[in-house]
């Protein structure tokens, strides 16, 4: 007799797949206190993060969610004592070139937001080729953001739009919100549906301020190496009970 499997291969049952959220986005958070729960430096903490993370993308390509965004870096992480700042960047760069077969086997195509100029060359060139060889395949979209933060983002979009407008490419009354969004980060993806943030903090923590206006947020207190398909499968469950108005009644 074989055992039984001991995670959810298909999408659960109690799932409706006509109300899946096309776009998840995650705020990986509380992978420190993990760690120090357990005695174990901050680092132990990041690195069992990327495990989660891995299980999480695959568990979104077998259940047919379209797009996983996970922020991976904000512009505020900086602030962080250098060693982790460090820590945090090699092992980025590490999990990039040690995953992009299997990535490319799997059909994900990856893409990353946020301002990669001041990141290490050496980690840059690993972000250009993995963008670059997964760039046509058709299975699940996972977009990493890195050094992204959501004020940052729309600055950045003002100063590109202003910069058309003193050219004479583009009239003051022409900018809508569909032309704005053409100039963020995001451009050509379609606005999280659902935001799962880890570790119980009830904030967005500066990520995708735009794209966010009216995603469902769902918060659990379970810190992010401890996320598993079970968690992922509540949330979604907790997102089919939701009523999305939009603004209607
Ligand atoms: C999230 O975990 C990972 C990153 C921000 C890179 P934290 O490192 O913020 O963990 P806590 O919040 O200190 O527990
Ligand atoms: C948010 O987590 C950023 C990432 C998960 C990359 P933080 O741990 O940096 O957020 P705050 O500081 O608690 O708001
Ligand atoms: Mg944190």
Aim: glycine letters at 6%; hydrophobic letters at 40%.
């Amino acid at each position: 007799m074989t055992t039984k499997p001991t995670v959810l291969r298909d999408l659960p049952a109690d799932l409706d797949v006509q109300r899946l959220p096309k776009h998840v986005a995650v705020i990986m958070d509380g992978n420190g206190r993990w760690a120090k729960e357990r005695g174990l430096p901050r680092s132990m903490g990041h690195r069992r993060g990327v495990d989660t993370l891995k299980e999480l993308l695959r568990c979104c390509k077998d259940w047919g969610i379209q797009t996983l965004t996970a922020y991976a870096f904000s512009t505020e992480n900086w602030s962080r004592p250098l060693e982790e700042v460090d820590f945090l960047m090699a092992l980025f760069e590490r999990v990039l070139r040690r995953e992009l077969r299997e990535m490319t086997q799997e059909g994900v195509r990856i893409n990353f937001v946020g301002d990669l100029s001041p990141l290490p060359a050496s980690l840059r060139e690993e972000i250009r080729q993995a963008v670059e060889q997964t760039r046509n395949n058709q299975g699940i979209q996972f977009i990493v953001a890195k050094n992204y933060g959501g004020r940052g983002e729309i600055l950045q979009a003002c100063r590109a739009i202003a910069d058309q407008v003193q050219q004479g490419l583009l009239q003051l009354d022409e900018i809508n919100e569909a032309i704005f969004e053409q100039y963020l980060y995001t451009a050509g993806i379609c606005d999280p549906d659902l935001l799962i943030r880890t570790s119980g903090e009830m904030r967005i923590s500066n990520f995708l301020l735009w794209q966010m206006a009216y995603t469902e947020l769902y918060v659990t207190e379970t810190l992010w190496p401890e996320f598993d398909r079970i968690e992922f499968h509540r949330a979604l469950h907790d997102y089919q009970r939701r009523h999305r108005r939009f603004g209607r009644i």
